[in-house]
Protein backbone atom coordinates (compact mmCIF):
# COMPACT_ATOMS: atom_id res chain seq x y z
CA UNK A 1 0.00 0.00 0.00
CA UNK A 2 1.67 3.42 -0.47
CA UNK A 3 0.71 5.58 1.97
CA UNK A 4 2.00 9.83 2.55
CA UNK A 5 3.94 10.72 5.19
CA UNK A 6 1.29 13.11 6.01
CA UNK A 7 -1.15 9.98 6.92
CA UNK A 8 1.07 8.04 8.44
CA UNK A 9 1.92 11.30 10.82
CA UNK A 10 -2.05 11.06 11.30
CA UNK A 11 -2.16 7.61 12.39
CA UNK A 12 1.15 8.11 14.58
CA UNK A 13 -0.46 11.05 16.17
CA UNK A 14 -3.65 8.65 17.22
CA UNK A 15 -1.51 6.13 18.89
CA UNK A 16 0.25 9.05 20.70
CA UNK A 17 -2.79 10.41 21.94
CA UNK A 18 -4.19 6.76 22.82
CA UNK A 19 -1.08 5.79 24.46
CA UNK A 20 -0.73 4.19 27.28
CA UNK A 21 -3.99 2.09 25.41
CA UNK A 22 -3.69 1.19 21.92
CA UNK A 23 -5.31 3.16 18.96
CA UNK A 24 -7.05 1.33 16.10
CA UNK A 25 -8.76 2.34 13.02
CA UNK A 26 -8.85 1.97 9.67
CA UNK A 27 -7.61 2.75 6.19
CA UNK A 28 -9.49 3.48 3.23
CA UNK A 29 -7.77 3.16 -0.25
CA UNK A 30 -8.55 4.12 -4.25
CA UNK A 31 -10.19 0.69 -5.37
CA UNK A 32 -7.73 -0.45 -7.28
CA UNK A 33 -7.60 -3.15 -10.35
CA UNK A 34 -5.80 -6.34 -10.43
CA UNK A 35 -2.87 -4.91 -12.35
CA UNK A 36 -2.68 -1.99 -10.53
CA UNK A 37 -0.68 -2.31 -7.09
CA UNK A 38 -0.01 -1.30 -4.63
CA UNK A 39 -3.20 0.84 -3.67
CA UNK A 40 -3.17 4.11 -2.36
CA UNK A 41 -4.11 5.34 1.28
CA UNK A 42 -6.36 8.43 1.33
CA UNK A 43 -7.87 8.72 4.46
CA UNK A 44 -7.48 7.13 7.81
CA UNK A 45 -10.54 6.73 9.96
CA UNK A 46 -10.22 6.67 13.81
CA UNK A 47 -12.19 3.92 15.75
CA UNK A 48 -12.74 3.63 19.44
CA UNK A 49 -10.62 0.98 21.24
CA UNK A 50 -13.78 -0.21 23.46
CA UNK A 51 -11.19 -2.67 25.31
CA UNK A 52 -9.67 0.62 26.61
CA UNK A 53 -6.05 -1.51 26.79
CA UNK A 54 -2.66 -1.97 26.75
CA UNK A 55 -2.81 -5.25 25.39
CA UNK A 56 -5.44 -5.48 22.69
CA UNK A 57 -8.12 -3.53 20.74
CA UNK A 58 -11.92 -4.14 20.03
CA UNK A 59 -14.25 -2.27 17.45
CA UNK A 60 -18.05 -2.01 18.25
CA UNK A 61 -19.19 -4.16 15.27
CA UNK A 62 -21.44 -0.77 14.84
CA UNK A 63 -18.24 0.94 14.77
CA UNK A 64 -16.86 -1.24 11.85
CA UNK A 65 -20.10 -1.17 9.93
CA UNK A 66 -20.37 2.65 10.44
CA UNK A 67 -16.81 2.80 9.00
CA UNK A 68 -17.34 0.63 6.36
CA UNK A 69 -20.44 2.65 4.92
CA UNK A 70 -18.61 5.65 5.22
CA UNK A 71 -15.48 4.30 3.06
CA UNK A 72 -17.56 2.78 0.32
CA UNK A 73 -19.97 6.08 0.33
CA UNK A 74 -17.03 8.19 -0.61
CA UNK A 75 -16.18 5.47 -3.37
CA UNK A 76 -12.92 3.63 -1.68
CA UNK A 77 -12.43 0.47 0.05
CA UNK A 78 -11.06 -0.52 2.87
CA UNK A 79 -7.17 -1.15 2.59
CA UNK A 80 -5.81 -1.83 6.17
CA UNK A 81 -6.65 -2.04 9.72
CA UNK A 82 -4.22 -0.03 11.92
CA UNK A 83 -3.36 -0.23 15.29
CA UNK A 84 -0.77 0.28 17.75
CA UNK A 85 1.65 -1.55 19.92
CA UNK A 86 2.31 0.37 22.91
CA UNK A 87 4.57 -1.83 24.80
CA UNK A 88 6.30 -4.24 21.94
CA UNK A 89 7.64 -3.78 18.22
CA UNK A 90 5.37 -3.67 15.79
CA UNK A 91 5.21 -7.52 14.33
CA UNK A 92 1.70 -8.92 14.94
CA UNK A 93 0.41 -10.80 18.20
CA UNK A 94 -1.41 -13.97 18.02
CA UNK A 95 -4.62 -12.03 19.11
CA UNK A 96 -3.95 -9.85 15.52
CA UNK A 97 -3.47 -13.37 13.86
CA UNK A 98 -6.61 -14.86 15.21
CA UNK A 99 -8.78 -11.41 13.94
CA UNK A 100 -6.96 -10.96 10.92
CA UNK A 101 -8.49 -14.33 9.91
CA UNK A 102 -11.87 -12.62 9.45
CA UNK A 103 -10.69 -9.60 7.02
CA UNK A 104 -8.51 -11.79 4.55
CA UNK A 105 -6.65 -9.66 2.09
CA UNK A 106 -7.03 -6.87 4.38
CA UNK A 107 -3.01 -5.30 5.43
CA UNK A 108 -2.64 -4.78 9.07
CA UNK A 109 -1.17 -1.58 10.09
CA UNK A 110 0.81 -1.69 13.35
CA UNK A 111 2.80 1.67 15.51
CA UNK A 112 5.12 0.73 18.00
CA UNK A 113 5.77 2.95 20.51
CA UNK A 114 7.61 0.67 23.08
CA UNK A 115 10.11 1.97 25.76
CA UNK A 116 9.93 5.72 23.98
CA UNK A 117 11.89 5.06 20.95
CA UNK A 118 11.12 7.22 17.97
CA UNK A 119 7.79 5.45 16.53
CA UNK A 120 7.97 2.84 14.36
CA UNK A 121 5.47 1.85 11.87
CA UNK A 122 4.88 -1.43 9.71
CA UNK A 123 2.19 -3.51 7.59
CA UNK A 124 1.70 -6.94 6.81
CA UNK A 125 -0.69 -9.34 5.01
CA UNK A 126 -1.64 -11.88 7.39
CA UNK A 127 -3.31 -14.94 5.57
CA UNK A 128 -4.32 -18.71 6.74
CA UNK A 129 -1.82 -17.44 10.24
CA UNK A 130 1.38 -17.10 7.87
CA UNK A 131 2.77 -13.37 8.12
CA UNK A 132 4.22 -10.88 5.75
CA UNK A 133 5.85 -7.96 5.91
CA UNK A 134 4.79 -5.74 2.90
CA UNK A 135 6.25 -2.11 2.06
CA UNK A 136 4.19 0.96 2.71
Known sequence: MEISAEL?????????????NECCGVIAVEP????ERPARAV??????????????????????????????????????????????APY???TDINFAAHWPGVEWLIVGLADGAPPEVRSYLIENGRIEEVSI
Open 8 to 20: LQQIVAHAREEAP
Open 32 to 35: AGPD
Open 43 to 88: RAHRAVNTAASPLRFEIDGRDVMRLLDAIEGDGLALGAIYHSHTRT
Open 92 to 94: PSQ
